[in-house]
């Protein structure tokens, strides 16, 4: 069975670009979740969808979107890059939102911003 | 404000030996947590969880402690093995917040040395 796939694995893109990171969760899954993750730290929440209905979003500013499509896959935007938002970015599927159910991770995308 | 914390970022442990892994929270509002293990380039994997209904939660070699009253848990691992050396993160969600997402510590890197 497919786990979590994330596309593309690896991205460069210069200050100022938009991005677009593709996920499609586990077959069943109805919820996608977003993370952050920078060197050294955890990953921080970005946004959660579930049913194609957005149901949480972290502290990320306008510049972060994203959304949920009839198949339950995900795409997360980002506009007018910044250095900083160079990091791993991680798309989690689960059965329902993360109440008492674990959520199963892809491998991530590789975001550098120069 | 960083609601669930790891403060050991790094622990070795002897082959077959157990290895305890420590995550604090300050939330009173957490009610499920769950250990994830991550390796390099690849996204985390989940491990085990526990809601606050209990105090232990057992799979295989892998054990999890929940101390509500000092919002405390903790991960066993017996024996560990090397191929338990990863990063280890804590995550905690609020279930009935209405708001989807987990909260991650920072992580500690387990090495455990043949």
């Known amino acids: 069975d497919a786990g979590v796939t994330q596309s593309p694995t690896h991205l460069i893109k210069t200050r100022g670009q938009q991005v677009t990171l593709r996920c499609s969760p586990i077959s069943g899954h109805k919820s996608v979740s977003w993370y952050q993750q920078v060197l050294g730290q955890g990953p921080q929440f970005i946004f959660q969808?579930?049913?194609?209905?957005?149901?949480g979003r972290g502290n990320f500013p306008d510049r972060f979107s994203a959304r949920q499509f009839p198949n339950y896959s995900s795409e997360l935007n980002v506009n007018a890059l910044l250095l900083g938002d160079s990091a791993l970015y991680l798309c989690?599927?689960?059965?329902?939102?993360?109440?008492?159910?674990?959520?199963?991770f892809g491998q991530g995308t590789r975001l550098t911003v120069v | 404000d960083q609601q669930v914390k790891q403060n050991s970022p790094s622990l070795s442990v002897q082959e077959g030996r157990i290895s305890i892994l420590n995550c604090d929270y300050t939330?009173?509002?957490?009610?499920?947590f769950l250990w994830y293990k991550k390796y390099p380039a690849e996204g985390p994997t989940f491990l085990i969880s526990i809601s606050s209904i209990k105090d232990k939660n057992e799979d295989g070699r892998f054990t999890v402690f929940l101390n509500k009253s000092a919002k405390h848990l903790s991960l066993h691992i017996v024996p560990s093995q090397p191929g338990d050396s990863a990063v280890y993160f804590c995550?905690?969600?609020?279930?009935?917040?209405?708001?989807?997402?987990?909260?991650f510590g920072t992580g500690t890197r387990l090495k455990v040395l043949a």
């Open positions: 995550a905690a969600s609020a279930t009935t917040s209405g708001t989807y997402k987990y909260i």
């Open positions: 989690a599927s689960s059965f329902f939102g993360p109440t008492g159910t674990e959520a199963f």
């Open positions: 969808y579930y049913e194609k209905e957005e149901r």
């Open positions: 939330n009173s509002m957490f009610d499920y």
